[in-house]
């Protein structure tokens, strides 16, 4: 996942990701990289410095 801040001239660009199910799919905190455990669904959370939040919708089956 790829998270952009704005303004461009932010002082914190920091985004922390997490998992709403980290049994179903984990996320890197600061890079964003999802891997599928198992399948389901969970959601992926992007939180900012100051607190602003993002939610993604990730769906996980076989292949």
């Avoid at 801040?5 to 799919?25: G, M, Q, R, W, Y």
């Amino acid at each position: 996942m790829t998270a952009t801040v704005l303004p461009e001239n932010a002082d914190d660009k920091t985004v922390t990701f997490t998992s709403s199910e980290p049994t179903i799919a984990t996320v890197t905190p600061k890079q964003g990289n999802v891997v599928g455990k198992a399948e389901g669904k969970t959601k992926i959370t992007g939180t900012t410095a100051n607190g602003l939040t993002v939610t993604c919708d990730v769906t996980v089956t076989s292949v």
